[in-house]
């Protein structure tokens, strides 16, 4: 296949419970280097997204939290509000009202830049942990066989829809960053997010079904 375009990036917004003596990143790390393995993390299973966010945060911080695996996000949320596990990474649409009115803490989002429906939110990276980047993103991919000339037109003919202030604003209701990409960019984020997760995925022994 031949990459053509990225629509959008769906931030993750890591988030603590406030039972927890830890308000940001260099506190949870520190929190968690004292008492390894004490502090339970949530996610909807061994393949989700919060899944390889936490042990990403892990394997980078040097630290080792308890995953405690859930059949959904509403669950892993339920049990995050009430103190069973101490730390989540589900979006941001999901985690910014928890945060914002004060029931949730949280510890920055996930993107290399601050996200521009939370604009108050810290990254992770400069938060504590630099180069830390977790982010979910949805293409659009061709048959590699597709002539180039092909390829440019549907690239400029989408990043002109995704760029329309409609469609900004449509995506941002879900809690999403419209992106303008070429091809080329596109490429190069699937290579690298492709060995970095699976790096992660190796270390975890996750396996296909």
Request: hydrophobic share 40%; aromatic share 6%.
């Amino acid at each position: 296949t031949t990459e053509i375009y990225t629509l959008s990036l769906h931030d993750a917004l890591p988030i603590l419970h406030p039972s927890l003596p830890a308000k940001n990143v260099k506190q949870l790390i520190a929190l968690a280097k004292r008492h390894p393995g004490e502090i339970n993390y949530g996610s909807p299973g061994e393949g989700s997204v919060s899944r390889l966010a936490c042990s990403l945060f892990n394997q980078m911080a040097g630290i080792k939290m308890t995953h405690i695996a859930y059949k959904g996000s509403g669950a892993a949320i339920a049990d995050m509000l009430s103190g069973q596990v101490q730390f989540y990474a589900p979006n941001l649409f999901l985690s910014l009202p928890f945060v914002r009115s004060g029931k949730l803490h949280s510890i920055g989002v996930t993107t290399p830049q601050r996200s521009p429906i939370a604009p108050e939110l810290p990254t992770i990276a400069e938060s504590g942990l630099p180069d830390y980047e977790v982010s979910t993103w949805f293409g659009v991919f061709v048959p590699s066989a597709t002539p180039r000339a092909v390829v440019t037109q549907l690239n400029q003919a989408l990043g002109a829809i995704v760029k329309s202030p409609q469609m900004q604003e449509r995506l941002a209701r879900d809690g999403l960053t419209a992106v303008a990409s070429s091809p080329e960019e596109f490429a190069k984020e699937v290579a690298r997010d492709t060995e970095k997760y699976g790096k992660v995925i190796r270390a975890l022994g996750i396996q296909g079904q």
